[in-house]
Nanobody, 126 residues
Framework: QVQLVESGGGSVPTGGSLRLFCTAS????????LAWFRQNPGKEREGVAV????????YYADSVKGRFTISQDKANKKVFLQMDSLKPEDTGMYYC???????????????????WGQGTQVTVSS
């Protein structure tokens, strides 16, 4: 069973930076992807960024383009999310997610990702 474990969350002021980490144990796929989602109470889970394991193509939500960068360490089955120029609206619980098959036009739908971590909290103060 694939297991995802996130770390790196915390509290920062507006304009600050954080780097999130996710370790994907027992995950291996040449057609899959690793993604970051975020969620606030009462709101739907939002796809933030995704990286396709084969080829390394990346996609981002419009709200984070130019500020967030997703990357991976395939050998060690890790995925990272570098978050810069953070805004209060970036606050939320951030989840690492994965699937063994992903498509560029559907990754932002949380139903398309099968494996999920427990989340790490990010708080950006104004």
């Amino acid at each position: 069973q694939v297991q995802l474990v996130e770390s790196g969350g915390g509290s920062v002021p507006t304009g600050g930076s954080l780097r999130l980490f996710c370790t994907a144990s027992r995950y291996a796929s040449s057609t899959g992807c690793l993604a970051w989602f975020r969620q606030n109470p009462g709101k739907e889970r939002e796809g933030v960024a995704v990286i396709f394991t084969s080829g390394g193509d990346t996609y981002y939500a419009d709200s984070v383009k130019g500020r967030f960068t997703i990357s991976q360490d395939k050998a060690n089955k890790k995925v990272f999310l570098q978050m810069d120029s953070l805004k209060p609206e970036d606050t939320g619980m951030y989840y690492c997610a994965a699937n063994t098959f992903c498509a560029s036009d559907s990754w932002q739908h949380s139903q398309s990702l099968k494996y999920w971590g427990q989340g790490t909290q990010v708080t950006v103060s104004s």
